[in-house]
T-cell receptor, first 114, second 109 residues
Framework: NAGVTQTPKFQVLKTGQSMTLQCAQD?????MYWYRQDPGMGLRLIYY???????DKGEVPNGYNVSRLNKREFSLRLESAAPSQTSVYFC?????????????FGPGTRLTVL | TQLLEQSPQFLSIQEGENLTVYCNSS?????LQWYRQEPGEGPVLLVT?????EVKKLKRLTFQFGDARKDSSLHITAAQPGDTGLYLC?????????FGTGTSLTVIP
């Protein structure tokens, strides 16, 4: 089991460029999440998908779009990148078993917008 | 505005010392989780607490959920260099999780 995988690991964009961050999980989890992590801010939820075919906004959705392509894959798109979107992006999937409610995180994508 | 505030933000201690990290909120959560994150990696779950007043132990780590389910603490006994990392609390509400600001712990050999 690879768990949660993310591509790319690093990316540098110029202001105004677009890109898609890919995430896939092989644990058959229903729920998937996109977070961003900035210094001193912890992780903030951008979008989530509680189940295949549904997506919902989190705390900081502006400037982003998502697609739940199938049960395994959940992508995050930046249509017109801005320097304020420089961050580390984490994808997570979630199991709800016996009240454990655990999220499994990918290794992250480090994005710099110039 | 962060729903969960952690303190202290940074902590540097000698090996063998004890420490406590706090996670506070004015909001009620259905569950409270603690994660540890190492540089260049994603967070890894340490524990989930769901009942007010609940205490869980994981070797030298003790986790407590406040009676009102608004706050939590993590206590480490006899810290070791392997405990070094970023500790994050996260409150669960429905399908969403709200993360704290994080506590960066360094244990000096």
């Amino acid at each position: 089991n690879a768990g949660v995988t993310q591509t790319p690991k690093f990316q540098v964009l110029k202001t105004g460029q677009s890109m898609t961050l890919q995430c896939a999980q092989d644990m058959n989890h229903n729920s998937m999440y996109w977070y961003r992590q900035d210094p001193g801010m912890g992780l903030r939820l951008i979008y989530y998908s509680a189940s295949e075919g549904t997506t919902d906004k989190g705390e900081v959705p502006n400037g982003y779009n998502v697609s739940r392509l199938n049960k395994r894959e959940f992508s995050l798109r930046l249509e017109s990148a801005a320097p304020s979107q420089t961050s580390v992006y984490f994808c997570a999937s979630r199991v709800l078993a016996g009240g454990n409610n655990e999220q499994f995180f990918g290794p992250g994508t480090r994005l710099t917008v110039l | 505005t962060q729903l969960l505030e952690q303190s202290p933000q940074f902590l540097s201690i000698q090996e063998g010392e004890n420490l406590t990290v706090y996670c506070n909120s004015s909001s009620v959560f259905s569950s409270l989780q603690w994660y540890r994150q190492e540089p260049g990696e994603g967070p890894v779950l340490l524990v989930t607490v769901v009942t007010g007043g609940e205490v869980k132990k994981l070797k030298r780590l003790t986790f407590q959920f406040g009676d009102a389910r608004k706050d939590s603490s993590l206590h480490i006994t006899a810290a070791q260099p392997g405990d070094t990392g970023l500790y994050l609390c996260a409150g669960g509400r429905g399908n969403q999780f709200y993360f704290g600001t994080g506590t960066s712990l360094t244990v000096i050999p």
